[in-house]
């Protein structure tokens, strides 16, 4: 130990004052040349990498101390490089107006992007077709220090890829079954986490011995396939997104499923690339030329037999996805009960659903969205009562009659009310129970499907256990119905509210008031009327703005706090502040001539 406090003192002053270092690196660079060419496997190769990431940290730590002018050269024309790169970067942000339509197009660098890894894939599938004994005799022919950054990159790229197949198939197990998640402070594995990890590195390990290696290719085109009829499938669009060209004006949209498909063919390209150039010869005719490459050979069949998990897991999390997804329509459910219910069932059905119901009879649970009828005699009808007990009490007469099915409309509608406040309510006790240190505020939006939970306006830390978004509080999912949340997508819809912002000092008891207010205004206007500023006044301590948010125009106010939102983007934002009694002329609400009594919201 002595020995090495006295001996690093005078290395590091030979490379500070040492006029001979650059002869010194090239005499290196020389050496791994010669002795580089004569390395008989990509073991050695490895030696080699291990090598020269050495002398490239032993130059960095002279430039650091004593700059050179060499290094300096080399870093202007990285710079330049990164410099004409930034032509291809792009803003990209929501647009959950959609409205007036904006032209469709795909952003130049990605198409470039597409281009360049279906032209690697081909050219090296065609490199172990040329080269059928292998290509890394030919590769170290060149420039053998050339030959060890791609190898370094190579690797690199492929142990992220092998990183990701493991990774992300656990995470949605954690997803998919979250009390197996360790509560230890230490973040420690749990039982079943681990169970989970040894059963899914045995199937792994079962397909690389079992499997030939050509099934992995066939299975990642087999999956673009569908995500590309997916993106084909004709459907009206509920979000799309929008992005601009670096320095330019001019906007462009691209849909969601489109963007599905560009994403899935990046990444599975991406995975075929390293795959092929690793162990094309495998995939090609099971040429045995790899074995001067055992380490890339491990490392891309590693990467191969993990590309199923990262397929499979990202089409199960497209499923949840689309199975919670609020703005899929819901056919409302009518929970029939009694004694003859049983005897009359394809009339009723037939009945209800010719009216876009759906049923179900006893002895079958009734959810907690179906509208609970039971059916009775004409005599003991209450379907024409101006206050009946729930369940109703219903005649076959009732249901062919028709008249009943507006009280099952309202019933349906206020029982959705009750349970999307009763749910928001359990979000917002659990959010008032933390402290962020920053932002000003929350981004509510249960009938978006990309926000799965209530969301900070300010991103402080990543939540794993979601995949899209950090959440505030448990998922909407976890404590709404998807029906409960689709009432809500038709509500702000109809009310032309694409996303609300809730201030902090905001609590449930007051966001219930403006709540209030928005059904009253869906109700007296039948979904035909937007909601405006005015509705809200008079809300004590409450102040409500909203704000059009159109390309690069932000809510801006010296009163209020400005919420952070994509610079680039379209919506209709409802803000919910504090009132800070800025004494803005009162206008007075239109007079409402109509006397007609309509059923509010209650509870």
């Known amino acids: 130990m002595k020995l090495l406090s006295q001996t690093l003192p005078q290395v590091r002053h030979v490379l500070i004052q040492g006029g001979w270092f650059a002869p010194t690196v090239g005499v290196s660079l020389f050496a791994l040349e010669f002795f580089g060419r004569q390395s008989p496997n990509d073991f050695y190769d490895s030696l080699g990498a291990a090598a020269l990431t050495l002398l490239v940290a032993l130059i960095a730590m002279r430039h650091r101390t004593a700059p050179l002018q060499w290094v300096k050269y080399l870093g202007r024309q990285v710079w330049n490089l990164a410099r004409a790169a930034d032509r291809y970067k792009f803003e990209f942000g929501p647009d959950l107006r959609g409205s007036p339509r904006i032209r469709r197009g795909l952003p130049g660098s990605v198409k470039l992007l597409i281009l360049v890894l279906a032209s690697w894939c081909a050219a090296a599938l065609s490199l172990w077709d040329a080269f059928p004994d292998g290509w890394r005799g030919w590769a170290i022919q060149g420039s053998y220090t050339m030959y060890l950054a791609g190898m370094i990159g190579l690797w690199g790229l492929l142990f992220a890829c092998a990183l990701g197949g493991a990774y992300f198939p656990f995470i949605l197990f954690n997803v998919l079954a979250p009390g197996t998640v360790s509560r230890s402070p230490e973040g420690r594995i749990s039982r079943r986490q681990l169970v989970f990890l040894q059963c899914y590195s045995a199937a792994v390990l079962g397909a690389w011995i079992l499997l030939p290696l050509w099934l992995v290719p066939i299975l990642s085109g087999a999956a673009l396939c569908v995500v590309g009829i997916i993106a084909l499938w004709p459907r009206q669009p509920e979000v799309q997104f929008i992005w601009r060209p670096a320095n330019s004006v001019r906007v462009y949209s691209i849909s969601t499923a489109k963007l599905l498909f560009v994403i899935s063919a990046i990444v599975l390209l991406l995975l075929s690339a390293a795959m092929f150039t690793a162990v094309g010869g495998r995939v090609i005719g099971d040429l045995p030329g790899d074995r001067d490459m055992p380490i890339t050979r491990t490392l891309g069949e590693l990467v191969a037999w993990l590309t199923p998990g990262i397929v499979v897991s990202a089409g199960i999390f497209l499923f949840m996805l689309w199975k919670r997804n609020p703005s899929r329509p819901a056919q409302p459910t009518v929970h029939v009960s009694g004694d003859l219910a049983s005897a009359v069932q394809p009339q009723v059905t037939r009945l209800l659903g010719r009216h876009g ?124 119905h998807r029906h409960v949340r689709q009432y809500c997508w038709r509500l702000l819809r109809d009310l032309q509210i694409d996303i609300i912002y809730v201030e902090d000092g905001i609590d449930f008891r007051k966001l219930k008031k403006v709540l209030r207010v928005m059904f009253e205004v869906h109700d007296k206007s039948a979904g035909r009327r937007r909601a405006d500023e005015v509705q809200f006044q008079g809300l004590p301590k409450i102040k409500v703005l ?56 209650v509870g």
């Open 546 to 601: 909203i704000h059009d948010f159109q390309l690069d125009d932000p809510f801006k106010s010296e009163t209020y706090p400005e919420p952070r939102f994509d610079d680039l983007g379209r919506a209709r934002i409802m803000h919910v502040f504090r009132d800070r009694g800025d004494h803005e002329e009162y206008v007075e609400p239109p007079f409402d001539f109509n006397f007609e009594p309509e059923p509010l919201y």
């Open 357 to 480: 119901w759906r049923v179900c009879f006893e002895p079958l649970p009734a959810s907690e969205v179906d509208v609970r009828i039971r059916l009775v005699e004409t005599a003991q009808s209450q379907a024409r009562e101006f206050d009946p007990d729930w369940p109703l009490r219903v005649s076959l007469d009732d249901l062919a009659d028709g008249t009943v099915l507006d009280r099952f409309i309202r019933r349906d509608e206020i029982q959705k009310r009750r349970l999307l406040t009763r749910g928001l309510e359990k979000i917002f006790k659990h959010a008032r129970t933390k402290r962020f240190a920053g932002g000003s505020g929350f981004w509510l939006a249960p009938h978006l499907w990309f926000m799965p939970g209530l969301a900070r306006d300010e991103v402080e830390e990543r939540d794993e256990s979601s995949m899209v978004t950090e959440t505030v509080g448990p998922a909407y999912h976890e404590v709404m």
